[in-house]
């Protein structure tokens, strides 16, 4: 095998800042994420005066906040996390499915990594269980894939 070079990001947040994007709907669910996500960041070096909590509506409000936040210039990263229940959320495929096509069109249209921390389950149960500790955090998931981009892209 020849050695390639190879680009990867470090996952070292010093000096970056974030802001996350967080759905009002489904709160209680929400700020697990939230949560996951700060303590995330703050383990690898951010600092909670560098980051900036938006509170939007739903899942469906969240690309326009991500977009403006992205091309502000003042993020190094933005992370939106949401839980979208089948059981709670009317039109729950088309509100999903527009959630992360218009963050992933503000993440190409800007240059800036957004990470998509948005739940899409069929149950309160599977909410609560990606929310929290054992079956992982999508929260904390969103973060690191943003932290990571943030690293890979300052070298492309």
């Given at each position: 095998m020849h050695h390639i070079k190879t680009i990867e990001g470090q996952f070292q947040a010093q000096g970056l800042r974030f802001a996350l994007v967080a759905?009002?709907?489904n709160d209680f669910i929400v700020d697990?994420?939230?949560?996951?996500?700060?303590?995330?960041?703050?383990?690898?070096?951010?600092?909670?005066?560098?980051?900036?909590?938006?509170?939007?509506?739903?899942?469906?409000?969240?690309?326009?906040a991500?977009?403006?936040?992205?091309?502000?210039g003042n993020y190094d990263g933005v992370i939106c996390?949401?839980?979208?229940?089948r059981g709670a959320t009317p039109h729950f495929d088309f509100v999903s499915g527009e959630a992360?096509?218009?963050i992933a069109h503000a993440m190409l249209e800007t240059g800036v990594p957004i990470?998509?921390?948005?739940?899409?389950?069929?149950?309160l149960e599977q909410a609560i269980e990606r929310a929290g500790s054992k079956a992982?955090?999508?929260?904390?998931e969103a973060a690191s894939?943003?932290?990571?981009?943030?690293?890979?892209?300052?070298?492309?």
């Open positions: 759905a009002r709907f697990r994420l939230v949560g996951g996500a700060v303590d995330y960041l703050t383990r690898n070096g951010a600092t909670r005066e560098n980051m900036t909590l938006v509170r939007v509506p739903g899942a469906f409000e969240m690309p326009l991500a977009k403006k936040l992205a091309a502000s996390l949401g839980a979208v229940i992360a096509k218009g990470g998509f921390g948005v739940l899409t389950t069929d149950t992982g955090n999508k929260g904390v894939a943003v932290l990571e981009m943030v690293r890979v892209m300052e070298q492309l």
